[in-house]
């Protein structure tokens, strides 16, 4: 039996984030080891500074916000140390030994560029035959439908595939995986969990990976580290979050939004498409009530975000109609139609896709009243904070220093700021923990309760719809 080949190493690492009045501590003493071939998970709630670990090692902090570091992070590469702590430049370190997979996010994909262009900007001595192995490996077959797709031709689920290929495109020594699995289906999810791991174990790459999802954690990793509040801690008692939360099936109301026959395609992109169309929606038809919760779900690539759009207003149609209150929201006057959008609001999968990076939660919230034509309500504002469970020192932060959760809660309180009618939430408990995604649910069942608004939840986590939703229909 040979000693394990230690790779990674935090000692007593600590970091804050400098402020006028006191210095911020972001993370306490952090101490961790990572040996080559081994699985290290990170457990802890949105907000407790994993994401932050993941940017503290790959360093990629925010070089527009001042930090304070105490403490070592060293990397070792064939038994040679690099305290990243000291080094002014880890690029080339980092693209040839460290791959990182982030929360699935479309701002981290250059829209612009196809898939073969990303894999081949990053990939050593790139060809078609490489780039088409990498994308079979993780489930993009066959390849050629994906070699010359754009990030915006894809699902969420498939993006996240790309970003888990571009970590993997010149076998790193070390991963660093961010909730890698939040944006997909229970049967992807288990099948690039088990990619990740055989590919640790036929290499020897370590693999630091991040979750709030304690049972996919417990299941792939050798050692569950824990943190809360940026400081390691003994493993916490999860179990008052893990009641059920069935619905209260209450007595469907009036038809608020009627579905029928609606179809949605695309035309096929790259070089020999001939603008073939693809049909990513097929006669599709559904009803909701007022003061339901309506679950859809599907695997990825189906339609469900697309549906999404096309319920929001955002894109129209080939054909079918949508009707709200028994009127089609394509013969909406203009006037009515910017009640729609008041009205009926969307919260996406990726919630960076919805915030401007550059402005703050409160700037955020300042848009709903600007576009109510009405004051800025700071008692209102901290009301609805405090049921999605936002603390009100985040009002001054940016996306960028929020975790995935808060980000979600920031667009969940926008829209209770709109005093909506229908809540189209689509895959949004992706990247919660569990506490906060029994709290979410109960605030907007609290809501539906007293028929003040309607929900559509649409996942891939059928389990999940089950215990949310009053129904549950299939795309």
């Known amino acids: 039996m040979h000693m394990a080949k230690r790779l990674l190493e935090l000692e007593s690492y600590s970091l804050s984030l400098i402020r006028q009045e006191r210095p911020l501590p972001l993370l306490v003493e952090l101490s961790l080891l990572l040996d080559a071939g081994e699985v290290v998970g990170l457990v802890g709630p949105s907000g407790s500074g994993k994401s932050m670990t993941i940017s503290a090692i790959a360093r990629l902090l925010h070089q527009k916000q001042p930090v304070e570091e105490t403490g070592i992070i060293r990397l070792l590469i064939d038994d ?114 088990q990619l990740l791991i055989s590919l640790v174990s036929k290499y020897e790459i370590g693999l630091l990976l991040v979750s709030h999802d304690l049972q996919l954690i417990e299941k792939l990793a050798d050692r569950v580290l824990f943190l809360d509040q940026g400081q390691l801690i003994e493993k916490p008692d999860f179990q008052a979050h893990n009641d059920s939360l069935s619905a209260d099936l209450t007595d469907a109301g009036p038809v608020i939004l009627e579905v029928s026959n609606l179809r949605k395609s695309y035309a096929k992109q790259g070089l020999f498409s001939s603008n073939k169309l693809i049909k990513i929606i097929d006669g599709y038809n559904l009803q909701l009530h007022l003061g339901e919760i309506l679950g859809i779900q599907g695997p990825s690539g189906v339609g469900k975000s697309t549906l999404a759009r096309l319920l929001a207003g955002m894109e129209s149609p080939d054909s079918g109609h949508i009707r709200y209150k028994g009127q089609d929201i394509s013969e909406l006057s203009k006037s009515d139609r910017h009640q729609y959008f008041t009205k009926v609001q969307l919260i996406p999968q990726d919630p960076l896709s919805r915030m401007p990076p550059q402005r703050s939660v409160r700037a955020h919230f300042e848009d709903v009243f600007f576009v109510r034509k009405i004051a800025y309500d700071v008692s209102r504002v901290e009301e609805v904070m405090y049921a999605v469970q936002l603390d009100k020192s985040l009002l001054s932060r940016l996306p960028k220093q929020l975790s995935g959760g808060q980000r979600q809660r920031v667009l969940i309180a926008k829209s209770l700021l709109m005093n909506v009618d229908l809540l189209i939430c689509d895959e949004i408990f992706s990247a919660l923990d569990f506490a906060v995604q029994a709290d979410i649910a109960s605030l907007l069942r609290s809501l539906v309760a007293h028929k003040s608004l309607s929900i559509i939840m649409i996942s891939h986590d059928a389990g999940l719809l089950k215990t949310y939703c009053h129904r549950v229909v299939k795309m």
């Not at 990030?151 to 961010?178: H, T």
Request: some cysteine; hydrophobic content about 40%; charged content about 20%.
């Open 80 to 193: 040679k140390p690099h305290l990243l702590t000291e080094m002014q430049d880890c690029r080339n370190l980092w693209k040839k030994h460290i791959g990182i997979v982030f929360q699935q996010s479309s701002d981290l994909l250059n829209p612009r560029q196809t898939v073969s262009s990303i894999l081949s900007e990053k990939m050593e001595n790139p060809n078609t035959s490489k780039i088409e192995n990498l994308l079979a490996s993780v489930g993009l077959t066959p390849p050629m439908k994906y070699i010359n797709a754009y990030p915006f031709n894809l699902s969420g689920g498939q993006v996240q595939r790309v970003l888990i290929a571009l970590a993997l495109v010149n076998k790193p020594q070390l991963i660093l995986a961010d909730e890698p699995f939040s944006a997909v289906d229970g049967e992807l999810k288990e099948e690039l969990s």
